[in-house]
């Protein structure tokens, strides 16, 4: 895989998830048009549950990619206030980019990603089918009722060769500061300890 090929798949990875983070609409993903109750969750609630989103679609994947974690700050201003909540709420957003498998594997596991949060009954968040006759698709999904989003992206290295590189990546919903929330939320029953995500972890 050429290394000035897969640095230019990771800056376009990062572009993507970046637009995922900001709850852009002209991508075909649907907004909902619901706002959840989620001001008692806080920072490391909202961590453990996206790290836990994105373990369910990895763990059991093959061939068994490396996942890496994107970026060093996940928290951020909330983007997506719909429902005129405070201005000053957060939002989680973890990113892992699936490294170590060959490059014409990038659409299998971004696949297998799918199927698997659907397993989870999680649901699809896109205005259409994905289309998987592209080397490069791209899959947009919501849980439900905690409205964490997530997307599986295949980032182009080769386009004559159909190589690419997988990310994953999970946006939680908006939350208040610390001292701001009225109660904090009990972890869900899936949620871990918030590591990051290893094979086998």
């Known amino acids: 895989m050429n ?14 998830t970046a637009g995922t983070a900001c ?15 989620q001001d ?3 920072e490391q609630q909202a961590t453990d549950r996206a790290e836990d989103i994105i373990r369910q679609a990895v763990d059991g994947m093959s061939p068994g990619p490396t996942p890496e974690r994107m970026g060093s700050a996940p928290v951020g201003p909330c983007i997506a206030r719909d429902d005129h909540g ?15 498998v060959p490059g014409n594997e990038a659409q299998n596991l971004v696949r297998q990603a799918r199927d698997a ?15 998987w006759s592209s ?22 290295v080769d386009r004559a060769k159909g190589e690419g590189l997988a990310s994953i990546s999970v946006r939680s919903p908006c939350f208040l500061p610390p001292g701001k929330a009225s109660a904090p939320a009990a972890a869900g029953p ?6 990051p995500v290893s094979m086998g972890g």
């Open 117 to 131: 949060w659907l397993k989870q009954g999680h649901k699809r968040n896109t205005s259409g089918e994905v289309d």
């Open 190 to 195: 899936a949620a871990r300890s918030g590591r």
């Open 86 to 100: 405070p201005d000053d709420r957060l939002a989680v957003t973890v990113t892992y980019r699936l490294t170590g």
């Open 135 to 156: 080397p490069f698709p791209t899959v947009y999904m919501r849980t439900e009722p905690d409205d964490f989003w997530m997307d599986a992206v295949t980032g182009v």
């Open 40 to 42: 008692t969750m806080n």
């Open 3 to 16: 290394p000035r090929r897969t640095i230019a798949a990771v800056a376009l990875l990062a572009v993507v």
């Open 23 to 37: 709850g852009a609409k002209g991508d075909g993903r649907e907004t909902g048009g619901r706002a959840p109750q």
